[in-house]
C-alpha cells in the first residue's frame, strides 16, 4: 500500500461533492434495491447517462454506492414482506421474516443494518491490506473449484430443508432443470427454448425470485386474508436488546471475512455468500432448531457477508479490469467510457482515483448505516398498511421492476407463471429457497463442470488436483453429513445422560 | 407508505414516455424524435455505442431532432433487430458480425439484406495471448504445437462459438493448414472470464479482443502473440500483426448502423451526411480512444459493399469451423 496515494484518496472522497455523491447514490441504492426486481446494476445502468457529465472519480464512488447501497436495502422487504429485492437478500426471509411475524420487525431491521455496516468494514479494512494477494487467489479458481464452491452452495440446501428434506430436493431439481434453458455456451445449442428468442439466454433468476416471492406472496395472502385481518401486528422497538446483540456479534464477525473471500471471486457474488454464511451459522450454533424461527444470528450472518461480499467484488474490478457480477460490469462499461480504466494499471498510473473509492468506501457505510437506521421507524409502518394498500403497491411494483430486466412484455407471461407457480409451492409447504437458488448456480455449475471435465480429458481427477478443491470438497461432504452426525451426538449425548442417570440410582 | 407509491407512478410515467412515439409524417425527414435501438442490455458494448452516437450527434448539434436511446436485448441481437424491422426510417440499429452470423448459424431467420445499412463506426482488433511464462513465444510456435496434437492446447474464448473471437483464431489456423474443427476451445461466459483463466494458468492460450489483454500485456501480466490488425497497434507497437508473421490475417471486429428495409434514397444520404461528419469530431476521436477503438468509417454504399464481402468471409469461416454441418 501507497501511504500518499492513500492519502490523497483520503482528501478526494472527502471532497463536499463526493460526499453529497456518496450519500445520494447510498439512498438509491437502498431504495432500488428495496424494490423487487430493480437492482443495483439496473440503477446503475439508468445511470449512465447521468455520468457522462462527471468527473470519473466522482462516478465510480456514485456507482459503488449504489452497488453496496443496494446490499442494505435488499432486505428491507425481506423482512418485511417476505420479497427478497434481490439474489443476495433471499438469506435475509429466512431469519428476517419470522423475526417480524413475532413482532420484531424494527428490532430484525436494526439488526440487519448494523450487521451490514460491520461486515462492510470488515471488507473495506481487507480491501486496504490484501486486494493484491487477494486477487492472486482468486485466479487459482478454476473451472474445478468453481463447480465445487456451488456444489457447496447446493449443500446449503440440506441444512435449509431438515424436516422436509424430499420437499426441499424436488424444489432444487425443479430450479437445476431451470437453469438449463438457453443456449448452452460450450456447443451454441438452443435447449427448451422453443423457438422463443427471449428465452435463448435463460430465465433471468430475478425473475423467478419476483414471481415466487412477491406474487406468490401476495396471491397466498389473498387466500389467507380471512383468518389474519384481526389480528393487530406489533411492530416492535426500532433497536435490538442485548440478548440479540449478544447471539449475534460472532455471527457478524465471522460471516464478514466469508462473504468477503467470497465476494472477490469473480461470479460467485452476494447470493453464495450469504447463503454459505447462512449454513455455516446454522450448523455451528448451539441451537440450530431456532434458525428459520426468527433467530437474530440467521440474519445477521448473511446481512454481513452479502454487504462484504460487494467490496470484495470490487477486487478483481479494480486490480484486473475484470467484472466479478453484473453490476460491476455495468460499472467497467461506463467507467471505460469515461476514459477511466480499472485493470492492473489503474494503481500504478491512477493509485489516487482507486484509493479514493476504497476511502469512499468507509465513508458510504457510515452514512448507509445512519440511512438505514432513521429509516426504520418508517419503514415499519409498512406493516400497518392495509393488505388492500400494500398489495396491489407490491404486484406493480413487480411488474415494473420485471419490465427492467430486458425491457420486455413477454416476461410478463413469465411473471404471472411463476406466480402462481411460487403459489402452488407455498400451499404444499415447498420451501422456496432451494428452488431460486439451485436456478441462480445452476447454469455456472454446469458448463464449469463441463469446462473442468473437457481440460482434463474427461478424468474426475480435476476435482481433487488442488489444496483449494479438497478444501471445498471436505466442506461439501462436512455439510452433507452434518445433520447424521448432529443426530448420532444427540442421541449418544442422550445415552450417556440416561446411563449416568441409571449408575447413580 | 405513500413515498412508495410517488415512486411508483414516476417510473411508469418514465417508461411510458420512454415508450411512446408520435405518428406524424411529412416529406421533411427526420420529421419527429429519432431513435436508436441498442440491441443489449445497458451497460454493455452495443449500448454503449448507441449512446456514444446519441451523445456526439446532440451534443455537438449535428442533429436537431430528440434522439432516444432504446435497449431491446435478447437472443443476441435477435431481439432487438426485429424491433427494428418493424419500425419506420426514424429507428436505427447498433449491429456487428452477429448480424451476419446469428443467419450463418442458423440461430436466426433474419438476414442482414433485410436492413437498410447504414454505416460503419469503428472497429477493434482481435488478439491471440498467452501467459507471459508460456513456453510459446510467437504465434507460429503455438500453431506448430496445435498442429502437431490439436486437444493438447486449451484455448479460451468467449461468450459463445461462432463470434468474432472464436473466428478470428479460426481463420488464422486455417491459413496455417490446421483444420479448425480440430481446435480445443474452452468457452467462458465473457471477455473478462477469459482473461482471468489466462491468468490462473488454467488455459493455454486465450483469443479475445484487443482491449481485454492491452493493460494486461502493458503490466507484463500476459504475452500477446499477435493483434490482427493491418498495422501495428499504437501504445503497443512492439507487438506483431498477423500478416507481419507471415499469416495472412486482418481481422476487424466491428461496429455499425443500419436502419430498417428499404429507407429512401434522401434518407440514408442524411445519414452518410451527419454521421461523416460525427466520425470527424473530437468528440467521436474521444469516445475511440477511450474505448480503444479504432476509426472504420465506411459510409452506407461502401457498408453495403463491406458486409457482402463479410457476409461470405464468415459462411467460409463458419463451415471450417464445424459448427454447422
Known amino acids: 500500500m501507497d501511504g500518499s496515494s492513500f492519502m490523497e484518496g483520503l482528501f478526494i472522497s472527502l471532497e463536499p461533492m463526493n460526499i453529497l455523491w456518496i450519500i445520494i447514490g447510498g439512498f438509491l441504492g437502498t431504495i432500488v434495491g428495496m424494490l423487487p426486481g430493480l437492482g443495483p446494476a439496473t440503477a446503475v445502468a439508468v445511470l449512465i447517462p447521468v455520468t457522462f457529465g462527471m468527473e470519473p472519480v466522482s462516478a465510480i464512488i456514485l456507482m459503488a454506492a449504489i452497488y453496496y447501497g443496494a446490499m442494505y436495502g435488499g432486505s428491507r422487504s425481506s423482512i418485511l414482506i417476505n420479497t427478497p429485492g434481490d439474489g443476495s437478500a433471499i438469506a435475509a426471509t429466512f431469519d428476517g421474516y419470522p423475526m417480524a411475524k413475532k413482532g420484531q420487525a424494527g428490532e430484525a431491521l436494526a439488526i440487519s443494518a448494523v450487521a451490514s455496516f460491520i461486515g462492510g468494514l470488515i471488507a473495506v479494512v481487507g480491501f486496504i491490506f490484501l486486494a493484491e494477494p487477494l486477487a492472486n487467489f482468486a485466479l487459482e479458481f478454476g473451472p474445478a473449484e468453481y463447480f465445487l464452491l456451488m456444489l457447496l452452495t447446493l449443500s446449503a440446501i440440506v441444512a435449509l430443508s431438515i424436516g422436509k428434506m424430499v420437499k426441499g430436493f424436488l424444489a432444487m431439481m425443479l430450479g437445476l432443470t431451470l437453469s438449463t434453458v438457453g443456449i448452452d455456451t460450450q456447443t451454441g445449442v438452443y435447449r427448451f427454448t422453443m423457438d422463443i428468442p427471449h428465452l435463448s439466454e435463460g430465465i433471468d433468476f430475478l425473475i423467478v425470485i419476483i414471481g415466487v416471492y412477491a406474487i406468490g406472496e401476495v396471491l397466498y395472502n389473498l387466500l389467507t386474508i380471512d383468518q389474519e385481518k384481526k389480528e393487530k401486528k406489533k411492530v416492535g422497538k426500532v433497536w435490538f436488546t442485548k440478548e440479540q446483540w449478544k447471539r449475534s456479534k460472532w455471527p457478524i464477525l465471522r460471516s464478514g471475512p466469508i462473504g468477503f473471500l467470497i465476494g472477490v471471486l469473480p461470479g460467485a457474488g452476494g447470493s453464495i455468500a450469504s447463503m454459505i454464511s447462512y449454513t455455516t451459522e446454522k450448523q455451528i450454533s448451539k441451537k440450530p432448531e431456532e434458525f428459520g424461527e426468527g433467530a437474530p444470528e440467521g440474519l445477521a450472518a448473511p446481512e454481513s457477508a452479502n454487504n462484504a461480499a460487494s467490496v470484495g467484488a470490487m477486487i478483481p474490478l479494480l486490480t484486473m479490469g475484470i467484472p466479478g457480477s453484473g453490476t460491476t460490469a455495468v460499472m467497467l462499461g461506463a467507467l471505460i467510457m469515461l476514459g477511466l480504466r480499472p485493470g492492473p494499471l489503474l494503481f500504478e498510473q491512477q493509485p489516487e482515483t482507486a484509493w479514493a473509492l476504497v476511502n469512499s468506501m468507509f465513508i458510504g457505510n457510515i452514512a448507509l448505516i445512519i440511512i438505514n437506521i432513521l429509516l426504520v421507524g418508517l419503514l415499519v409502518k409498512i406493516l400497518d398498511t392495509p393488505a388492500k394498500v400494500l398489495y396491489p403497491i407490491i404486484v406493480l411494483l413487480a411488474f415494473i421492476g420485471t419490465y427492467t430486466l430486458s425491457y420486455s412484455t413477454i416476461d410478463f407471461f413469465l411473471l404471472l407463471i411463476f406466480g402462481f407457480f411460487g403459489l402452488f409451492l407455498k400451499v404444499m409447504d415447498f420451501p422456496l429457497a432451494p428452488l431460486v437458488l439451485a436456478l441462480i448456480v445452476g447454469g455456472e455449475m454446469e458448463q464449469n463442470f463441463r469446462k473442468a471435465l473437457l481440460s482434463s480429458d474427461g478424468s474426475l481427477d480435476i476435482f481433487f488436483s488442488s489444496g483449494v478443491s479438497i478444501v471445498l470438497f471436505a466442506l461439501t461432504v462436512a455439510s452433507l453429513l452434518y445433520p447424521l452426525i448432529f443426530k448420532f451426538f444427540k442421541r449418544r449425548n442422550q445415552a450417556k445422560k440416561t446411563d449416568r442417570i441409571s449408575k447413580s440410582s | ?325
Open chain 2, 1 to 325: 407508505m405513500r413515498k412508495f407509491g410517488m415512486i411508483a407512478i414516476l417510473f411508469l410515467l418514465l417508461f411510458m414516455t420512454a415508450c411512446s412515439s408520435g405518428a406524424s409524417s411529412s416529406d421533411e425527414y427526420p420529421s419527429k424524435n429519432l431513435e436508436i435501438v441498442a440491441p443489449a442490455s445497458p451497460g454493455g458494448g452495443w449500448d454503449l455505442t448507441a449512446r456514444s452516437v446519441e451523445n456526439v450527434l446532440s451534443g455537438q448539434s449535428l442533429v436537431e431532432e430528440n434522439i432516444n436511446v432504446v435497449n431491446k436485448p435478447g437472443g443476441g441481437g435477435e431481439v432487438g433487430w426485429k424491433y427494428l424491422e418493424s419500425k419506420d426510417s426514424h429507428s436505427l440499429a447498433i449491429n456487428s458480425s452477429l448480424v451476419l452470423t446469428n443467419n450463418l448459424l442458423g440461430q436466426s431467420e433474419m438476414t442482414y439484406e433485410g436492413f437498410t445499412p447504414i454505416a460503419t463506426l469503428a472497429t477493434e482488433w482481435q488478439s491471440l495471448a498467452v501467459p507471459p511464462d508460456s513456453e510459446y513465444e510467437s504465434s507460429k510456435e503455438l500453431l506448430e504445437a496445435i498442429k502437431e496434437d490439436p486437444a493438447s492446447i486449451k484455448i479460451g474464448v468467449g461468450p459463445g462459438l461462432g463470434n468474432d473471437d472464436h473466428l478470428s483464431l479460426v481463420q488464422a489456423a486455417s491459413e496455417f493448414g490446421i483444420d479448425p474443427s480440430q481446435l480445443n476451445f474452452l468457452v467462458y461466459e465473457g471477455g473478462g472470464d477469459v482473461v482471468t483463466a489466462l491468468l490462473g494458468g488454467h488455459v493455454d492460450a486465450v483469443t479475445t479482443s484487443l482491449s481485454e489483454v492491452k493493460d494486461q500485456y502493458l503490466a507484463d501480466k500476459l504475452n500477446i502473440l499477435a493483434v490482427s490488425s493491418d498495422k501495428p497497434v499504437e501504445g503497443i507497437e512492439d507487438v506483431p500483426t498477423w500478416t507481419d508473421q507471415g499469416i495472412d490475417l486482418v481481422f476487424p471486429h466491428w461496429r455499425g448502423i443500419m436502419g430498417p428495409p428499404d429507407m429512401t434514397e434522401e434518407e440514408i444520404a442524411y445519414w452518410d451526411e451527419k454521421l461523416s461528419e460525427m466520425v470527424e469530431t473530437e468528440e467521436w476521436q474521444e469516445v475511440l480512444e477511450n474505448n480503444d477503438w479504432e476509426g472504420f468509417y465506411k459510409n452506407s454504399e461502401e457498408t453495403k459493399a463491406f458486409m457482402d464481402e463479410q457476409h461470405n468471409l464468415y459462411k467460409t469461416l463458419i463451415e471450417d469451423s464445424g459448427l454447422i454441418k
